[in-house]
């Protein structure tokens, strides 16, 4: 399963500590069993083990507003999005306009190369780097992508809120990316 709010959503809230974020066992955009939140544009989720000797890195967080049991294992946390966030990266996220997302948010949470050298698929797909274009027209067959096509898909609420569709969240699979 492909969630695409774990790469370019959670960095806004700053953890700066690897192996917190390592103790994350998912993110999501909405939890349909949290005040009925299945918008994706209310709140961001992080579930967390109990145990979890980080939950203080995330709780210490000024945007975290919440935390529930969602099994005897597992804590959902909740956090509020600021308001600049909210009103010029979320939007653009959520219609999957990546190139569109500010610069001051790329410039600030995403590098053009990860800490091994590698090149960054997430800032690439944010630049809407070349390559991925010219990958997508090749795979798809098609000379130019449509004008305001990007080079990834777009978030999907299956994947990006918990309970959202309850068991089919559970049983569905890896299923790749396609362009939007």
Do not use: C
């Not at 809230?13 to 005040?35: C, F, R, S, W």
């Not at 610069?103 to 780097?129: C, H």
């Amino acid at each position: 399963m492909v969630q695409l709010s774990r790469s370019f959503i959670l960095p806004y809230l700053k953890l700066y500590n690897p192996k917190a974020q390592e103790d994350i066992v998912e993110t999501y955009m909405g939890d349909a069993h949290y005040q009925g939140d299945e918008s994706m544009d209310k709140y961001f989720y992080i579930r967390l083990p109990v145990e979890s000797e980080y939950m203080q890195v995330f709780t210490d967080n000024p945007n975290f507003i919440d935390s529930y049991y969602i099994n005897s294992e597992e804590l959902m946390l909740v956090f509020s999005y600021p308001e600049l966030f909210r009103h010029s990266v979320l939007p653009e996220f959520l219609a999957g306009r990546y190139s569109r997302i500010p610069s001051w948010y790329v410039q600030e949470n995403f590098y053009p190369y990860d800490a091994t050298g590698k090149r960054s698929l997430n800032y690439r797909i944010l630049m809407k780097d070349r390559e991925l274009e010219e990958y997508w027209k090749e795979r798809l067959g098609v000379k130019e992508l449509p004008e305001n096509g990007e080079v990834w898909s777009k978030p999907i609420a299956l994947h990006e809120v918990y309970g959202e569709g309850e068991n089919a969240w559970l049983e569905s699979t890896d299923e790749g990316h396609g362009n939007t």
